[in-house]
């Protein structure tokens, strides 16, 4: 088992950034490619942002690319993302996700979700 803990989360202005972190505990961090995903109210949870084990492999939804950054620090067992030039469109609450990295993009692609950090970009 793995347990993710997401913080970060908030409250910020149209073009402000936020850092979202995924802290992990359980089973072999390191083992498994880690990725974000977001819901926004009346819509399916989609993928955002996916790295691999290792870091080597990076991948982000197209709505993202450029503003976004993924990141992870294996020895503090945690994934980070950070968000740039955040739009209002970005609000959502955003899950962190354990797994692999070949079905990461995918809404059944996990083998463990966090509870979710709200993030709300105002206009």
């Known amino acids: 088992q793995v347990q993710l803990v997401e913080s970060g989360g908030g409250l910020v202005q149209s073009g402000g950034s936020l850092r979202l972190s995924c802290a992990a505990s359980g089973r072999t961090f390191s083992s498994y490619a880690m990725g974000w995903f977001r819901q926004a109210p009346g819509k399916e949870r989609e993928f955002v942002s996916a790295?691999?084990?290792?870091?080597?492999?990076?991948y982000y939804a197209d709505s993202v690319k450029g503003r976004f950054t993924i990141s992870r620090d294996n020895a503090k067992d945690t994934v980070y993302l950070q968000m740039n030039s955040l739009k209002p469109e970005d609000t959502a609450v955003y899950y962190c996700?354990?797994?692999?990295?070949?079905?990461?993009?995918?809404?059944?692609?996990?083998?463990?979700w966090g509870q979710g950090t709200q993030v709300t970009v105002s206009s």
């Open positions: 790295i691999s084990w290792s870091g080597g492999r990076i």
């Open positions: 996700a354990a797994g692999s990295l070949a079905t990461m993009q995918f809404r059944w692609g996990p083998n463990y």
